[in-house]
C-alpha cells in the first residue's frame, strides 16, 4: 500500500532542514520530543472511552451541538493545530481528496481557531468546526501548552495564535484522529504529540467503511 500522507509529510520533513536554520530545527524537534516523553500520548482519550456533548461553532459561528453535528452516525474526527500548520493541511488536503463523491462518510475536523481564521469551507468533502478554549480538545486530554521559546519561533514565522484563535492563548490540540460509532464510543484511535506524524487518511477511511457495513 502506497502512504499517500505520509510522502508528503515525508518531503516536508526533509525540506524543513532546507527552509529553518539548525539552531532552531533543534529547538523545535527538542519540543516534541518533551511532548513525546510526556504522559499527554497515554492520557489522551482511546479506543472505548466516549466523547461527551459539547458545543463547538461551525464555520458560519452559530453554536452547534457536536452531538447534533454527528447525528447519530459514526464519524472520523480530525483535531489539527490550524491553518497555519502545513502538515494539517497536507492532511486535511489528503482527506479532501478522498472523500470526494463518499457521501456515505462523515467526518469532522476541529481546530480552536475562530471561524472566521479557519479554513474555507467552500469545496470540503467534510465539516469543519472551531473549538474555542480547546474547551473540546481539553475534554479528550489533547491539549499543551508551548514553551515561551516555541512561542517566539512560531513568531518569527508569522504564526499569531492569539490572532487565529481570538485571543491570547499558548494552549493547542495534540493532532489525533478518531472514528467514534453511533453512540459516541471511540473504536478507532491514532494519538502522536509528534505533530509532523498523522494517521494515512486512507487507512482511517478504510476502517470507517468497515464499521458501516
Known sequence: MVNVLEKKLSERRESAKNRISSEILSKMLEATQSLKNSE?????????????DMILLNNLGDKVSIMEV??????????YRG????????????????LKDKNKIKMIAISPERPESSINVENLNFEVL??????????????FDITETIESIYDGFGINLEKSQGKKSRILPIPATYIVDSSGVIVYAYIDADYTKRAEPKEVIDKYLELIK
Open 83 to 98: 491553518t497555519w500548520c502545513p502538515y494539517c493541511n497536507l492532511e486535511l488536503s489528503t482527506y479532501n481528496k478522498l
Open 40 to 52: 499527554l500520548e497515554k492520557e489522551a482519550f482511546n479506543i472505548g472511552d466516549k466523547i461527551e
Open 130 to 143: 472551531s473549538d474555542i478554549d480547546n474547551k473540546f480538545a481539553k475534554k479528550l486530554n489533547l491539549t
Open 70 to 79: 454527528l447525528g447519530k452516525q459514526p464519524a472520523i474526527i480530525s483535531f
